[in-house]
């Protein structure tokens, strides 16, 4: 006998992992704006069609890892931000009804996505990059399973620090070029970091289920020094970066102001079960560059920013 409707329903949220997808579109957001303030266009309409089209392709990414993490999940010690949702544990549902909650918002994402290039209000690079999110975030559950190869943590830093705000200053009409990417780069060297502390909780039940993370692969001492080295080299760029023109000053030294939130992340990263330094310190580093490049695009009117040396911000 099947689980009722609203239980169902609300096993499909879970998986769904709502409070990721709305990080996820703050960091859309920040590419948005970085795209808008450097030469692109703010257009709400063509905005949230885009943000349409990204939220189905990157549900259906939480979905297959729910389907591929069901085993590891249901031994691992769950933490807020580790674990998984937990629901198909909970609820009892087999694997294949987050597989099939995949395939049903791919394709709805798909559909999407075909609609929104259509109009205009997508270009082919941003469908591209979309592809890209796709594509690398099943591999890293499914076919290949880079999570299990060691990969995982390089591939979703890439995928959630570089690509999806790229993806925003394509939906802005920025140049996509080296500079947009080295504007990322700090807060993408951060996510890494990021993913060491949220795999650390489950490194046993990784272990055991063959899930061969970073965590399960290097020693507790070289894990931490991974951390440091990630969260020094972060704060480095941030800092510097203003200096030579691949950041705005407001940008880049406002991020400044999360240094001491990430000292303590590092010192507490394997000496505490909870990923949460880590992850309170990335989400401050994103809501702080959503604030700076909205507040650029507001005082500019959307106009060109860069380069911030003559602008004197």
């Not at 885009?50 to 999940?73: F, I, K, M, Q």
């Not at 939906?171 to 890494?192: E, K």
Request: hydrophobic share 50%.
């Amino acid at each position: 006998m099947g689980l009722p409707g609203r239980e169902r329903l609300f096993a499909w949220w879970k998986m769904s992992r709502p409070s990721q997808l709305l990080l996820i579109l703050v960091v859309y957001a920040i590419g948005v704006g970085a795209g808008t303030s450097r030469g692109g266009s703010f257009d709400l309409t063509r905005t949230a069609v885009g943000a349409v089209a990204l939220v189905p392709l990157a549900a259906s990414v939480h979905y297959v890892n729910e389907y591929a993490d069901v085993e590891t999940d249901a031994i691992t010690e769950r933490t807020r931000f580790s674990g998984g949702s937990g629901a198909l544990v909970v609820t009892g549902l087999p694997a294949e009804t987050a597989l099939r909650a995949a395939v049903t918002v791919l394709a709805v994402g798909t559909v999407t996505t075909g609609a929104a290039l259509s109009v205009g209000a997508v270009t082919a690079r941003g469908v591209g990059l979309l592809v890209v999110v796709v594509v690398l975030g099943w591999a890293y559950s499914v076919g290949p399973r880079l999570v299990a190869r060691g990969l995982g943590e390089v591939t979703n830093a890439l995928l959630g620090g570089l690509v999806l705000p790229l993806f925003g200053v394509a939906v802005a009409r920025g140049p996509l070029d080296a500079v947009a990417v080295l504007a990322f780069l700090p807060f993408t060297v951060y996510v890494f970091a990021n993913l060491l502390a949220t795999q650390w909780p489950d490194r046993r039940a990784d272990e055991k289920t063959g899930k061969r993370t970073l965590p399960t692969r290097w020693s507790t001492t070289g894990l931490r020094w991974a951390h440091w080295l990630t969260t020094g080299t972060t704060f480095a760029m941030f800092g510097l970066f203003p200096l030579v023109d691949l950041l705005p000053r407001v940008v880049g030294w406002g991020c400044l102001l999360l240094t001491p939130a990430g000292l303590v992340a590092s010192n507490r990263f394997t000496r505490v079960t909870s990923p949460f330094p880590s992850v309170a310190t990335m989400v401050g580093l994103a809501v702080v560059q959503l604030f700076t490049w909205a507040l650029l695009v507001l005082a500019r009117g959307g106009q060109r920013f860069y380069p911030p040396a003559v602008l004197g911000v």
